[in-house]
């Protein structure tokens, strides 16, 4: 899911380290000189889509922009808060990918003149998740693209999007947030300011795992339960239940024992070497099952793993 839940622009001193990606915005403004692609690149959790969706707002603004700020008011700016502008397209992976019908929606919508604003813009969230269907329609898109187009594309795995696609892309590097700047901007999301605090800290600057973790209380919890689970049975049985769930849920789960490993260590109770063996062995997981080896396989090292190494730890 894309971590654009709302429409407001950030404020930029929530987004220290980021200037570079500012100034990009910025000049581009003030200079009306905007290219068709953009490629929005940093770690997963970085504000990417938050950046880039700051941007949008600045090309689609109907006052005058050069500031690189929007200006909130115009029929634009309260279009796009209300996700409701007619030349912003938001593509999103529906499942685990961007199929081919939305490259095909952007391309009927791209040759159609912009309606509101002066720029059509088309944000494709974690582009890496493209099909390669959808990729390649995409790629016909940016190879002639119309002048009035621009394209945002983000992504945490630049290495999994087609060097055709990125070559066409002016790069802007996102960095990750800070644990204040987190804090921060969970609180004027709605969060209670001490538990945006400790979810700042232990998300460690992920933007999307900070409002996973905040969007389902009790996590901690359950991160403890299942690795209770995990270590009362036999690693087989346990990964041969595991295996049978989708990709989303195979990841939530190993994200719940990260959770679970993280509050453990931070606690500064119990064999701190061995819970630090234990969150590699989740992270070394995790990697594989988001490359697509074969899950049974990977939950049944973890959980041999987890077992050896935690067997006679008890719970802090
Ligand atoms: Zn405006």
Redesign the pocket.
């Known amino acids: 899911m894309a971590d654009v839940p709302s429409a407001r622009s950030v404020p930029e001193e929530l987004l220290p380290g980021n200037e570079v990606a500012l100034r990009l915005i910025t000049r581009a403004a003030s200079s009306g000189r905007i290219s068709n692609a953009y490629l929005f690149k940093g770690p997963k959790g970085s504000p990417k889509d938050l950046i880039a969706r700051r941007f949008a ?1 600045v090309l ?4 005058d ?1 050069e500031s690189g700020r ?9 279009l796009l808060a209300a996700g409701e502008h007619p030349d912003f397209y938001l593509a999103e992976k529906e499942g685990a990918s961007i199929k081919i019908r939305k490259s095909h929606e952007m391309l009927r919508e791209a040759l159609l003149r912009p309606y509101q604003s002066s720029r059509k813009v088309f944000l494709i969230s974690d582009a890496d998740d493209m099909t390669i269907e959808a990729s390649n329609a995409l790629l016909k898109i940016l190879e002639e693209p119309p002048p009035y187009v621009t394209f945002l594309l983000t992504t945490s795995n630049p290495g999994a999007i087609p060097d055709t696609i990125l070559s066409r892309c002016q790069v802007v590097p996102v960095r990750a947030l800070s644990p204040a700047a987190l804090r921060q901007l969970l609180s004027d999301e709605g969060a209670d300011p001490q538990r945006a605090g400790e979810i700042a800290e232990l998300s460690g600057g992920n933007l999307e795992r900070a409002r996973k973790m905040l969007r389902g209380e009790g996590k901690f919890q359950r991160g403890a339960e299942r690795l209770e689970e995990i270590l009362s049975s036999s690693p087989v049985e346990a990964a041969q239940k595991c295996s049978k769930m989708d990709l989303s849920q195979r990841l939530d789960f190993v994200d719940d024992l990260e959770i679970e490993l993280v509050r453990r260590l931070r606690s500064s109770e119990g064999p701190a070497a061995s819970y630090l063996e234990a969150l590699k062995a989740v992270l070394k997981a995790r990697e594989r099952l988001s490359k697509n080896v074969n899950a049974f396989l990977v939950f049944a090292v973890l959980f041999v793993d987890l077992s050896r190494v935690l067997k006679h730890t008890t719970v802090t």
């Open positions: 707002s689609l603004c109907e006052s922009s929007a200006c909130g008011v115009c029929r634009s700016c309260r």
